[in-house]
């Protein structure tokens, strides 16, 4: 490999990581584009098929004359693209049905797109917030890092499932029943817990390096400190806000489904791998099992972390001019 | 007498032959120098012998003990902190941060097979013929609240905790300021006269070698090429290995 | 012949708790000469680096007066004015350790001309190919980042990446100590071009007396925050006044078995216990020349006679 090679090319050289950015972006494109695809609308009972077991056959199925009439009569963009792509056709329930006989794989689908909101508000949310707490502490040292450092302590001490419960509490009795209004108090939330890790360890990583020689050689060269902050110590950070958000991501995806599997994150007619979840789990039974419906949403949301750990790992390690390459 | 008697040690890691073929003896009683350009396997082949070097390494010799007692077979690890001690390049990092003085010294009497009762008085002891004064404050610091020559000291003295017969000391004074440096060379000369220890000292120090070593032994490529009384070596140097070795040294103490 | 560099009366205290424990400085004071070397010599402790930091404007002091070429060096270091920092540029000890690991050289270079506005844009590459001939680079190392250089590129892209800016006046922090042998040997080689063609002033920091003795034309010794001993180099190493000097002096061993041996035995005893500086002169505990005086009143350094450049803080001696 010449040393020419940016970070993006070392990375792809990564077979692991070519495989993990290709299932995040499949997954990411199927979610945001759910509503071309030929999937069963999430919300169709269908009592004849209830808890029907995965297969592959048929894969395609007619929309029944009920569903194509909704379909014909939903406006947008996205309905009437499927209408011209796809016509009547809607893939089969190849995850198997629920007690209600929908679709799982279309519930699934939609659930990834909230658990994939979930990380997109984590990841934004920590970088922005957690990286300029963490880098100001680290940089300005001394007596304002003691003061930053103390406020994220008492951010972190903050027992954020209780203040869930309240808020969702809070809502019932005040008869908020707009579902969109739990939603934002859930991603409220999560923002909250987010950014406390990257905040910590760009903070560490900040402080070792303003000490740093270069950080000197910098100020004996009379650069400003906006500049040496923008230019020399926010790169040199990077490596370090990867791992923070291959930490923190898959920790608050996990934590959604947490919440959600509680009854305490989304709710119907929203979906999230944490409802599919814990609605597969209420339908668990001795004499029945009907394992997949705990195990679909449990399976997806593994390939999730999964993937996101080895692309994070990787990043890490191509954003990192100074490791050997292979 | 030969206290420590090496043939043809060979020190792999993988395919990589760092030593190849080395051998040496250190007698009892004399101080031993090893020198060589950094690459040379010096710290490789000693740390080696004393069964310090990670797994991967593989270690093998026609002959290698320690009086008459074989090294490779058996561990050489048994003999550490008894018959063998040793001292390293930094003497700060070689203590454990975390316990005081006194504790690490008393770990060292602890494992050379002191008994509890009187390691405070030996440790004490210790540190007063080290030149160290008011030991009992000594004793109660941190590492960190020593000097680099009393760390150094502190370092002496649980090598010799196990009263042994040979000392291992790795650049032992790179790391250490100029005349703390002398200080330390002065003691190490007395301690081989005073208890008649061998050292095997490891430099690249020509003024080192020259203060402190009876004789020395040249390694280039992971074997011996040039060995003997310090006066002839430094003097009259023969190999054209030893020759290049002492020019690229003088560049740096040229006058 | 003028003055690059003077120093009037400085002191720092070092707050605790920071990584170099014991260094302070008190009532610094000595001056370079343009084109000339000096070298600062002492060993831990002795506030070497830390005057080297106060001269370059990274660290605060308390008091006293530093002129880079006449202008004043502001005690606070976001206000050094910019005038200085491209007239005088530091050399670090690690020097692959000043280099931004996440940049190449080309683009370090070009920064610090940026910065300093030495160099118009158009002229640069120009001012690259020649920083490289004059340093013994090769084009192509311009490409790397930090850690594709071995020891002595490391140095001596630190070295242009100094004079890119412009400055005449270099701060060598133990330059030798971060390189092997052959490396040292070509560093020593280009310090004196540098001296020698482009007429660099330069502040050489250094515990290796064998360097400063090739290297340096002046040196000043420092023991414990304080100056003990000033003067040209052949006056000061030569012909030692200070007993400090003197017992630095016998504590390198020469090359030589039995002058080495000689040496050492012939070493005062001497605990070297690194404990609060006393009252009085601070050598006085290790002194062997020591008389009641010494534990009373701190000497200034004083010429060893009338007019002489070689100074020394010691009456017992003077």
Known sequence: MSRSDGPVAILFKDTSARIAAGILLILTLVAMGADVLPLADPGAVDTSRRFAAPGLAPATMTLSAEDAARLAAAPGLAPAMRRALFGDTVIAPLFGTDELGRCLLSRTVRGFRLSLAAAAVAAIVTLLIGTTVGAFSGWKAGRTDALVMRFVDLADSVPVVFIV??????????????????????????????????????????????????????????????RIVFRHLLPNLVPVMIVALSLTVPRILLFESFLSFLGMGVEAPDLSLGTLARSGFAAFNPVDPRVHLLLVPGIALAVLLLALNVLGDAVRDAADPRLPRP | MTLLSIRDLDVRFGS????????????????????????????????????????????????????????????????????????????????????????QLEESLEIAGVPESSRRATATKLLEDLGVTDPARRLAAW?????????????????????????????????????????????????????????????????????????????????????????????APSHPETRRLFAALKTESAP | MTVALEVAGVSVTYRPGRDDAVAALRDVSLTVRRGRTLALVGESGSGKTTLARVILGLERRESGVVRVDG?????????????????????????????????????????????????????????????????????DLLDRRVH??????????????????????????????????????????????????????????????????????DVVVLYRG???????????????????????????????????????????????????????????????????ACRVATPDPKPIRDGAEHAAACPVSV
């Open chain 3, 71 to 139: 202008i004043d060096v502001d005690a606070d270091p976001s206000r050094v004015p910019r005038d200085v920092r491209k007239r005088i540029q530091p050399l670090f000890q690690d020097p692959g350790a000043s280099l931004d690991p996440m940049w190449r050289m080309r683009d370090l270079l070009i920064e610090a001309m940026d910065v300093s506005g030495s160099v118009p844009p158009s002229m640069r590459p120009a001012r690259i190919g020649e920083l490289l001939l004059a340093l013994g680079l090769a084009d």
């Open chain 1, 165 to 226: 419960i309240f808020a969702v509490a809070f809502l019932r009795a005040s008869g908020i029943t707009d579902p969109s209004a739990k939603v934002v108090v859930f991603f409220a939330t999560l923002g909250m817990v987010s950014w406390i890790t990257m905040a910590r360890l760009v903070r560490a990583s900040a402080l070792a390096l303003r000490s740093g020689a270069f950080i000197d050689a910098s100020r004996a060269l009379g650069m400003s400190e906006p």
């Open chain 2, 16 to 103: 990589r032959r760092v030593v190849a073929g080395l051998s040496l003896d250190v007698a009892a009683g004399e101080t031993l120098a090893l020198m060589g350009a950094s690459g040379s396997g010096k710290t490789t082949a000693v740390l080696g012998v004393l069964g310090l070097l990670p797994a991967q390494a593989t270690v093998s010799a026609k002959t290698a003990t320690f009086l008459d007692a074989p090294l490779l077979e058996s561990g050489a690890r048994r003999f550490l902190g008894r018959g063998i001690g040793c001292i390293f390049q930094d003497p700060r990092a070689s203590l454990a941060p975390h316990l005081r003085i006194g504790a």
């Open chain 2, 143 to 235: 590492p960190h609240e020593l000097s680099g020559g009393l760390c150094q000291r502190v370092a002496i003295a649980m090598a010799l905790a196990g009263n042994p017969k040979l000392l291992v000391a790795d650049e032992p004074t790179t790391a250490l300021d100029v005349t703390v440096a002398a200080q330390f060379l002065r003691l190490l000369s007395n301690l081989a006269k005073e208890r008649g220890l061998s050292v095997l000292l490891i430099s690249h120090d020509l003024g080192v070698v020259c203060a402190v070593a009876d004789r020395v032994a040249v390694l280039h490529e992971g074997a011996v090429v040039e060995s003997g009384p310090t006066e002839r070596i430094v003097g």
């Open chain 3, 148 to 217: 594709e250089l071995s020891g002595g590129q490391k140095q001596r892209f630190a070295l242009a990446r100094a004079l890119a800016t412009g400055a005449d006046m270099l701060v060598l922090d133990e330059p030798l100590t971060a390189l092997d042998p052959p490396a040292q040997r070509a560093a020593m080689d280009l310090f004196a071009t540098l001296k020698r063609d482009r007429g660099v002033t330069t502040l050489l920091v250094s515990h290796d007396l064998d360097l400063v003795r090739t290297a340096a034309d």
């Open chain 3, 226 to 292: 304080r100056v003990v001993e000033s003067g040209p180099t052949t006056d000061v190493l030569g012909t030692p006044r200070h007993p400090y000097t003197r017992l630095l002096l016998a504590s390198v061993m020469p090359p030589n078995p039995a002058e080495a041996r000689r040496r050492l035995a012939a070493l005062p005893e001497d605990d070297a216990v690194a404990d609060p500086v006393p009252s009085g002169c601070a050598f006085a505990p290790r002194c062997p020349l020591v008389v009641d």
